[in-house]
């Protein structure tokens, strides 16, 4: 018996048939005498067709959200977050109305029912509180409470809309405020994974990890999560349980449960292997030995609009001179490049190189805090398949290596046999 | 210079053309110094999605609105009146954007935004209030506020969805609490006619007609405005224009305005002539000659939730009998008869007659409080053409016959043309 927040994305209320199935989930969790309530977004494809809707008012827009967002500057987000958020306002209804005829009390909140409250920021807007003096109560009466994810109420008494991923978040501080005990993401993967199966099919669900690890893998592809979500989750230490939303009714589902490190978690040293592509490296040659050099090649990228990940300072062995590496997101590159070459003779450089084709490769483990060596077999393991490494970053909880993207898979499936992730894991435990 | 309120129903904001085709209306208003407040209905075709898509979670639910709401019993009414209100919700948005996309400064308007206030009769609610002290600055600051209609907030802080036909109500209730100069219905047809265009084809555009005339000939069956909104007009004395919203910009489109009588008025004795098919005839024969007979066969229908329209008492020449001649909906028919059957003993009659076949033609018009001979043109006109008057009723400003449904249009064209509705008007006058 406790409180559970439950949320559910877009492909699992696509159509009244999967609106049922969720409502099948929801009984259960009420029939074991939870108190629930549930996070919907729009049914698939139904943001599109409003967003669609308001791309085609102006006729030179292209389509797509971002594009969109970007051309209007602004001037019409608060309507276009009212157009949008319609469709999270049908999801919940529906939902509600699926409860009730098997016979389970249930109710919609919209946003600004709740309400709430974000800041002034359309269409990318951040909570900013949750008053649960009105959902609270009916929850604690017996009713499930459909709450319409994506979506609150700002300042000015408009609707606003979260950011991508804003859902995720939603159900998070939902469950913060609400006290729950637990906040259930189901989604189209049945947990998280050391590694990404696709590329090691004897990759494991991992039964639990901790948020530390999470925001790692989180932040370097794993797309399971947003990272807002797990940073409110872990500074509120409120657990999260992903899990799928496909399995069928009946079928064994423990998902992965995201959590503050434990003793369960002590024996394992690295967790998982995490790959990005979105990477780009750029070195600049024959740096000029100027105190404030690195600084002022950051405040370049950063007054573009870049953000610097992984850097490292390096001297050449034919003439001595200074160089310096760093990577930055794969999009961001011709810009990176312009303001550098705007800036050359501020910073000092004679030529500038780069390379699209590179991957970031890390171990992940709050293991490593206390367990060293995990650097070593890390550079074994990629010097026993003749990978080189070009960049290195370390954490107190994960190694990154930047490497040529040919090698991606090969590395991916070496480190994950060196830290032995293939093996059986402790047993799995139970959810609170 | 004065305030307006502007109401666009389904069909004039099918696609986004209609909605620019609107914003350019809007927009002249507004050029013309105006404030302007508009109503917005659903894109048309949008609240039937919705409502199907309620349907369909009810496996054993047949679709329709109407049978829906019935088989419902109120029990998931707010969660439907949340569903269907995210129609307007995207249409007031639409056209929002639309207008700032051509420089005229707009918002939408929720219900609850507003808010207007309804009881708690979901999906048929009434308007309890309408808060003008948001909107109104609103609008004095030069903002156009765009309104979706259908919608309000109940005491329960839920949305609630007005009865068929609510977005005209909506309308003049938003402008009876704005103070507005005048409420104008945009709708398929370019204003109040004298008679049915399709039975008349010399029928004329009325430039102006009495808030007492629309309410007759709106109860009689002419479909242009809501009979609520007429009488919500009238009692607050708000001018109605009724005017076409597929007129090409530019073109004269004058309409009807709807006000109350003035000198205007005064040369006209009928205004025009309607009719109504959906009557049927029940005559009681031999009837008990007790005292009160009459109110028990009223009570009768009333019981069954049946209309008694018309009524006459008469006498058998044969058998020197009494027998009684009313009409009800001819919907209600069956349901009358049944209740007429079981009731046989306690009324005290030995036969009953029923016909469908009847038709109501009236003519209408305020100059009838001050010119006789009205009845004398209009039988004289049908008995030229050999029409039978089956029942005849008779208020202040309106006479009414029953006859065979085969000379229905004979009929109405013997009317139009015996009170010389076909000629020119007087010169129109502008709206105020």
Redo the contacts between chains.
Sequence with gaps: MGRIVMKFGGTSVAD?DR??AVSTRVAAEVAAGHEVAVVVSAMSGETNR?VA??D???ADCAPGEAKHAEKLGG??H???D??V???E??T???L???L??RGVPA??W?G??IPLRTDMAHSKARIAEIESS?IGPSLAQGNVAVVAGFQGINEK???STLGRGGSDTSAVALAVALKADRCDIYTDVDGIYTTDPRVVPEARRLNRIAFEEMLELASLGAKVLQVRSVELAMNNNLPIRVLSSMADEGQDNPGTLVCHEDQTMEERVVSGVAYSRDEAQITLLKLADTPGMVARICKAMSDAGVIVDMIVQGISRSDNSANLTFTVGERDLETALAALEAAQDAIGFADIKSDRDVTKVSVVGIGMRSHTGVAQTMFEALAAKGINIEVIATSEIKISVLIDSEYTELAVRALHSAFDLHETPAPPVTAP
Tied chains: 1, 2.
């Design positions: 009244l609106i049922r409003l809707l308001v085609a008012l102006d001037d019409v608060d309507e276009y009212s157009i958020a319609s469709g306002q049908v919940s209804g529906l509600a109305i699926a009730r005829r109710r919609s919209l600004w029912q009105a008494h408009r609707v």
